[in-house]
Nanobody
Framework: QAQLVESGGGSVQSGESLRLSCAGSGFTKCMAWFRRAPGKEREGLAAITTLGHTNDADSVKGRFTISRDNAKAALYLQMNSLRPEDTAMYYC??????????????????WGQGTQVTVSS
């Protein structure tokens, strides 16, 4: 069974940075980062295709950067200028194919277990 494992979460102060990583047998052509804050819907943050085409949500554009290393089968999310409202569980997800990098969770079939990010003011 395909698996993904996230790492890199933690507790930081507002304005600081974190880099999340995701790796596993589920790494494939279309990868994305999502998050879910307590009491809120799951939110698509950034997606990337195997060719490096990306799509970022407006809420994180300019602060978060998605990237991938196909040789290492790894996905990353560089998060800068973190805010308390960024506090959430962060998940990576994989889809076997996509025409464009999508931010709809329904397009992804393999999910990691999540890594917690907590930002205090």
């Amino acid at each position: 069974q395909a698996q993904l494992v996230e790492s890199g979460g933690g507790s930081v102060q507002s304005g600081e940075s974190l880099r999340l990583s995701c790796a596993g047998s589920g790494f494939t052509k279309c990868m994305a980062w999502f998050r879910r804050a307590p009491g809120k819907e799951r939110e698509g943050l950034a997606a990337i295709t195997t060719l490096g085409h990306t799509n970022d949500a407006d809420s994180v554009k300019g602060r978060f950067t998605i990237s991938r290393d196909n040789a290492k089968a790894a996905l990353y999310l560089q998060m800068n200028s973190l805010r308390p409202e960024d506090t959430a569980m962060y998940y990576c997800a994989a889809a076997p194919a996509c025409w464009t990098p999508i931010l709809e969770s329904s397009g992804y079939g393999v999910w990691g277990q999540g890594t917690q990010v907590t930002v205090s003011s």
